[in-house]
């Protein structure tokens, strides 16, 4: 399973199945999330194995109509995502935002997580 599918399952519950891959469709739902690969770390031995795992940073939006709905749906998303069966560590706090053309308001955290190959 990709990190993406991971994260998908983790979170997709928590908004009714509007859980989107790096973009969401102008017409999805509020509240919804949106995830995205922003990096991880590579994983190499000097022997040549190949890694039994993969670490991907994801970024996590979640999308409401108020700051306070916006912050409380990533918080739940964070502990959904602590909860899950996979290696899970948030890097940073969130950060909130406002998109003054939707007038829709965000709240975002980066999450370093490791998951099988």
Same mark, same amino acid.
């Given at each position: 399973m990709t990190p993406e599918a991971h994260v998908f399952a983790a979170l997709q519950a928590l908004v009714g199945g509007r859980c989107?891959?790096?973009?969401?469709?102008?017409?999805?739902a509020l509240p919804r999330i949106v995830y995205q690969q922003v990096g991880g770390r590579s994983v190499t031995y000097t022997e040549g194995t190949v890694p039994d795992r993969e670490n991907a940073r994801? %970024?996590? =939006?979640?999308?409401a109509t108020t700051r306070e709905a916006a912050t409380a749906l990533a918080?739940?998303?964070?502990? =959904?995502?602590?909860?899950?069966?996979? %290696?899970?560590?948030?890097? +940073?706090?969130?950060?909130? +935002?406002?998109?003054p053309d939707t007038g829709l308001y965000g709240a975002r955290q980066d999450f370093s997580i490791w998951v099988p190959l």
């Amino acid at each position: 399973m990709t990190p993406e599918a991971h994260v998908f399952a983790a979170l997709q519950a928590l908004v009714g199945g509007r859980c989107y891959p790096d973009v969401a469709p102008s017409t999805a739902a509020l509240p919804r999330i949106v995830y995205q690969q922003v990096g991880g770390r590579s994983v190499t031995y000097t022997e040549g194995t190949v890694p039994d795992r993969e670490n991907a940073r994801m %970024q996590i =939006a979640c999308w409401a109509t108020t700051r306070e709905a916006a912050t409380a749906l990533a918080r739940q998303a964070e502990a =959904a995502l602590m909860a899950a069966s996979l %290696q899970c560590e948030p890097l +940073g706090a969130r950060v909130s +935002g406002h998109e003054p053309d939707t007038g829709l308001y965000g709240a975002r955290q980066d999450f370093s997580i490791w998951v099988p190959l």
